[in-house]
């Protein structure tokens, strides 16, 4: 792993790196931000994947997230969205190939040898994390993210139980299966066997039983993508008929931008602090 | 005045417009973030000078100002730092010309015709602010800026003691006579008589006998400028002598970036807003 940047902030580290990635076959970039802490501190992780068009620098600039995870001691890890390169298929849309990796393990050509966002994420940036950053307690996650990020949280989140102890998202795509931009992706990425997407789209994993307790979203109301793309009233209807408790913030006036993220981010971190300190205390208990 | 974005944020509403500018005979670009307010409400406004290579846009994106200014009831505006244009002089290098006014209204050719940035952040854009804005209270100023805009906002706030009822900055640069950057602006726009620098001249203008009961500064220790550009003990030792009471934050491990002033920013705007509301209470018992 190299360091391509790190500068103090709110009284810790933000880092840029960059390594050799074995499920993409290329280099990936992803930024880390480390708040301060006690000597020997271990601290919960926290996932953010970012939207269409974006690398780890748009949050990492704008998303004013550092206050927030230094009150709360939370590590902040943001990913790029897709692989990247020369070399690495690409397609002259912004909604797709590289910048819109849609966080799956895409299986038909050109797409299949690079664009596996879903490996990445899920199993090989984790691995990297625990090895390279001691302070991160990877017994501790959670999970957030914006648009296709929201996307992306949601589904890694309800196909991993277990290891998220909170899920939020921001304005995410709610049901790819029945929206342009996630028709697009997935018949691109997967082919035309809509059976095979049902594992990238909240709607449908729920309805094929997948669950968390909880969910918390926020949605601007004047968000411009928000009836053709984002369609949180499916979101809505999957968790009531299967019993999630899911809090869905429309927030009137706000749009797509990081000007919206950034208004509610404090609340999404203290939200997600509160359960992996929760967790925290009840493995201490149980020790 | 035209508007080219307005977005919903933090409660409030950040806008970027554009103007033709009588002082600078450009169009020039400003940002302004209006927070959420009570019906009636009149507003105190923080004026934000950028440093050297920005323009607004740097701190709109990554100064996290909003939440702070939402909280304290602050209007913040971010104006560019010089004219611009292709009919515009420019320099080839980052320090001179465009992106690089350093606040003053040159004399000399062929800068005297457009670098005029004294005359616009003092006057023109304060009028053009109080007629299209009216919910900013004119009456209650204060000034903040990073850098070369730290630079701006000491020398204003020193030249208007009456004016603005706070004025901080981040690592500015304190003695434009004893500087590189300094002495290659000053001269480049002023000529050679380093007399008609003195009125640019944070510590020139306290040794002149201007002063201000009060001033905040922040300054990163690992700031890779301190030594060579920055030099806050100059400023340290005029207001001893003066009798200005410097509160000078040496922030350990702290750079040059927007790292750094997001670091510290709701802490200004804290400080500021003390002021800018003392004044008010003042003024109320007054009348």
Redesign the interface.
């Given at each position: 792993m190299e360091i391509l940047s790190t500068?103090?902030?709110?009284?810790g580290i933000?880092g840029v790196y960059r390594h050799a990635s074995e499920a993409t076959g290329t280099d990936m970039t992803f930024s880390v931000f480390v708040p301060g802490h006690v000597e020997g501190a271990r601290l919960p992780v926290v996932w953010y994947l970012s939207g269409l068009t974006c690398s780890h620098a748009n949050v990492t600039?704008?998303g004013?997230y550092?206050?927030a995870c230094a009150e709360h001691g939370l590590i902040f890890v943001a990913p790029d969205t897709s692989p990247r390169g020369e070399h690495v298929p690409d397609d002259e849309s912004y909604d797709f190939g590289q910048g819109a990796g849609f966080y799956v393990d895409a299986t038909e050509d050109p797409w299949a040898e690079h664009y596996r966002m879903r490996s990445y994420i899920e199993d090989e940036l984790p691995r990297l994390i625990a090895a390279e950053f001691p302070k991160a307690d990877l017994t501790r996650e959670s999970i957030m993210g914006h648009s296709m990020g929201g996307h992306g949280a949601l589904t890694i989140g309800l196909r991993n139980p277990d290891r998220f102890k909170a899920v939020s998202a921001f304005a995410p795509i709610a049901a790819p299966l029945d929206c342009p931009w996630g028709e697009k992706a997935l018949s691109g990425y997967l082919g035309e066997d809509r059976a095979a997407w049902r594992g990238y789209d909240a709607c449908a994993l729920i309805a094929d039983g997948h669950t968390v307790s909880e969910l918390l979203v926020d949605q601007?109301t004047?968000d411009e993508f928000l009836e053709e793309q984002l369609r949180p009233e499916l979101l809505e209807q999957a968790c009531a008929e299967a019993g999630i408790a899911l809090t869905l913030n429309r927030r009137e006036?706000?749009?797509h931008?990081?000007?919206?993220i950034?208004?509610f981010m404090?609340d999404h971190l203290a939200w997600h602090g509160e359960r992996l300190a929760e967790d925290a205390a009840a493995s201490d208990k149980g020790a």
């Open positions: 500068n103090k902030a709110h009284g933000q600039e704008k004013e550092r206050a601007g004047d006036g706000y749009d931008s990081y000007y919206f950034a208004s404090a």
